[in-house]
């Protein structure tokens, strides 16, 4: 009944926790790489609170065995503790970049080398209690170089903090304030265990806060794009019905048509299409400003809400964008180049009383470019 007591915080998160992803197995997320991110992140939660409640069904009982038995629960600890930040690193950054081969290099530059150091300084513990050490009562006792072990949480809660309030509007108002959850919840009971390491709190903390991030994830999913995971016309609609009502504030839009885009289905197949789908949402990531909305606003034709309020603001954005698609092009991913239609306006408070009207104007500019286009090919 005492050693209830003492890990009964932790079986509810253990449980909580494998709740969590039998519910990813029925209902995925819809990138792959998010989906497998967030299960591995789950994963090493589930198996720390393993190791954690086996820890403290040992500590301090006599006998070799209690005596080894803690030393593997406690590597094991240590090993699978920054796990969880870490793929949390991994799931933010390709959620914000979408850039597959950038995304590799983050991870081999910057992202790997805390946690190789910590598993590395975790396994030699064992042998030196640089990290930990179990006292002659087989009582657990942190060793001298444990603020390594904690600084590894430290750099990859620096970055996720970095990340979701440097490109909150690029995950959205609800991803913004879910991984504040699960930042800043979990984060302020650390700050509590480390004064006071024998509470069992944190990890329980952790595995609600995943938990809410996860259906708050799945219910925001009506307002994104499953292709190219820009918001939607749904979510535009009610972004666009937000700004409008604060009236006097000044912004663009600009609208954006992949030209001729139906002679690249019908010629290289839907399979190349959505790729070009997915790459024009990559350019247009690239090329415009963190505080700036998009969206994929139907078929093969995007929307952007650009925080400029002048008309050659407004020009240098649609320039970059082009400027951005002459740069990807120069790849040679593809054996045809791709190009954009594009055309934007300056919201007038007088003339656009609504998101209609607005988007309407943005879409005249658009095919008087592409109308051009048309006459000089």
């Known amino acids: 009944m005492v ?15 494998i709740l969590t992803i039998m519910f990813v197995n029925k209902t995925s997320f819809k990138k792959k790489f998010i989906n497998y991110t967030f299960k591995f992140s789950v994963f090493s939660v589930i198996m720390y609170l393993i190791f954690d409640i086996g820890a403290i069904s040992v500590d301090g009982l006599q006998g070799n065995l209690n005596f080894g038995l803690h030393y593997l629960f406690i590597f094991f600890i240590y090993f699978f503790g920054p796990l969880a930040p870490f793929f949390w690193v991994l799931l933010i950054d390709y959620k914000i970049f979408m850039d597959d081969a950038n995304f590799r290099k ?43 072990h904690a600084a590894v949480f430290v750099f990859y809660f620096i970055i996720i903090t970095v990340f979701i309030f440097k490109f909150r509007n690029r995950l959205g ?68 019905k937000v700004r409008l009502k604060k009236g006097s504030e000044r912004f663009g839009g600009i609208m954006i048509d992949i030209f001729r885009f139906k002679l690249i289905n019908d010629k290289y197949g839907h399979k190349i299409g959505d790729e070009v789908l997915i790459d024009v949402g990559k350019i247009l990531r690239d090329a415009t400003e963190n505080g ?29 964008i082009n400027e951005t698609l002459n740069e ?50």
């Open 106 to 148: 983050r991870i081999k530059r910057v992202y790997i080398y805390p946690i190789l150091i910590n598993s590395v300084l975790s396994f030699l513990s064992i042998f030196t209690g640089w990290f930990f050490v179990m006292d002659k009562n087989n009582l657990y006792v942190r060793g001298d170089l444990f603020p390594v």
């Open 328 to 377: 990807y092009n120069a790849s040679g991913k593809f054996a045809f180049e791709i190009s954009l239609s594009v055309g934007g306006v300056l919201y007038k408070e007088s003339e656009h009383k609504d998101p209609n009207a607005f988007i309407s104007d943005a879409d005249i500019q658009m095919y008087k470019i592409k109308n051009r286009q048309k006459r000089e090919s």
């Open 3 to 17: 050693l209830f007591e003492k890990i009964d915080l932790l079986i509810y998160a253990l449980i909580i926790s």
């Open 292 to 320: 700036d909305f998009l969206c994929r606003y139907a078929g093969d034709e995007f929307f952007i809400v650009s925080e400029v309020s002048e008309e050659s603001e407004l020009q240098k954005r649609i320039s970059r």
């Open 173 to 240: 108002k609800k991803f913004f304030f879910s991984n504040l959850i699960v930042l800043v919840f979990p984060f302020s009971i650390g700050i509590i265990q480390g004064f006071f390491y024998k509470l069992e709190l944190i990890w329980p903390t952790i595995a609600i806060s995943i938990m809410v991030y996860f259906f708050i994830y799945q219910s925001n999913q009506l307002n994104y794009d499953y292709l190219t995971g820009l918001h939607n016309r749904r979510s535009l609609d009610e972004y666009l």
